[in-house]
Nanobody, 126 residues
């Protein structure tokens, strides 16, 4: 069982930046792809970014390409999402997720992830 805890959310003006972090529980020896998803009020959860275990494969949603950057530090069990040029439409609860895998895929499908954090609120004012 992997426990994930997000942090770094908050209120920011449009055009600003935030850095989200996801801390994973102690290492298990297994390998995990990691991802960020978000859910706005009355909307379905949507994919934001994903990174493979090795960091070689990365995927972004079209809506965040060029503005968001995902990275991971396996030695520290930490996943990061740097969000720049934030827009009001980025407002949502952001979730960190982990998928146990031996592949190098950066999975974009929420239903394929095994573990989820509790989420952190990001609010972007216009």
């Amino acid at each position: 069982q992997v426990q994930l805890v997000e942090s770094g959310g908050g209120l920011v003006q449009a055009g600003g930046s935030l850095r989200l972090s996801c801390a994973a529980s102690e290492r298990t020896g297994r390998t995990y792809a990691m991802g960020w998803f978000r859910q706005a009020p009355e909307k379905e959860r949507e994919f934001v970014a994903a990174i493979s275990w090795t960091g070689v494969s990365i995927n972004y949603a079209d809506s965040v390409k060029g503005r968001f950057s995902i990275s991971r530090d396996n030695a520290k069990n930490r996943l990061t999402l740097q969000m720049n040029i934030l827009k009001p439409e980025d407002t949502a609860v952001y979730y960190c997720a982990a998928k146990e895998t031996r592949t190098t895929a950066a999975t974009t499908q929420a239903q394929e992830y095994d573990y989820w954090g509790q989420g952190t609120q990001v609010t972007v004012s216009s």
